[in-house]
């Protein structure tokens, strides 16, 4: 399942010679440092499917236009800047890679509305007061804070721990009502386990290229 993401990430980084020796690195900031600093300025990469492959379900799932977003873990994604163009107008992008959010903000600036923060994942708690967003948005985040080697029908005790604390902060930041969602190529039978830490009330969707091919899964989480 793992292999698929760092697929990915070969396919992305062949040419900058940035693969880490060790796959758990992918969760670490000083990797995504390291990449963000030696990149190109207009790089930029999505995982698992682009704006347009999910403007329907978005559409669906982030209904309020006016709502506010947060996106953890955006990187260099254009999901943020494709959502505020189409009409999502209050979307605060955050990432733990100081060199990214610097390279993101100028690049979208002038897009009144689309915010970029540094932010911990784990520590959200020190930015952000309890319910304050309407929804978050985690596409390719989960699955990187994942990639170390692990038993994906078993994980260790330290591993559910660690993602527990990461939906906890999560679900501290919405309000009532509020929308986590979550994109990923990862089962229900071996995903679900995480995103049900934090008490939400858990609805999978099975998301499909145009074309067919590879699936995916949305992961709406709604809090209670």
């Given amino acids: 399942m793992a292999e698929f993401f760092f697929a990915q990430l070969r396919a992305h980084m062949s040419a900058l010679d940035l693969l880490p020796e060790d796959n758990a690195s992918y969760a670490t900031q000083e990797y995504w440092e390291s990449r963000y600093i030696q990149e190109q300025e207009d790089a930029t990469f999505d995982w698992f499917k682009g704006f347009d492959e999910l403007r329907e379900p978005l559409e669906q799932v982030l209904s309020n ?93 330290d591993l559910c721990a660690e993602i527990e604390r990461y939906m906890a902060q999560v679900a501290r930041c919405l309000r009532r009502g509020g929308v986590f969602l979550h994109i990923t190529f990862a089962q229900p039978h071996f995903r ?33």
């Fill in 65 to 157: 236009r006016s709502g506010r977003i947060l996106h953890l873990g955006c990187g260099n994604s254009r999901l943020g800047e494709d959502m505020h163009r189409a009409g999502w107008t209050d979307i605060v992008n955050v990432d733990f890679s100081p060199k990214v959010i610097e390279t993101m903000a100028t690049r979208c600036a002038g897009l009144d509305g689309l915010h970029w923060l540094v932010a911990d994942v784990f520590k959200l708690d020190e930015v952000f007061d309890a319910e304050t967003f309407d929804y978050a948005i985690d596409k390719g985040t989960l699955d990187a804070l994942l990639t170390r080697k692990h038993d994906p029908w078993n994980p260790p005790a």
């Fill in 192 to 224: 679900r386990r995480f995103v049900e830490t934090a008490g939400l009330q858990i609805e999978t969707r099975v998301l499909t290229g145009k074309d067919g091919g590879f699936e995916y899964f949305a992961y709406v989480c709604v809090k209670q």
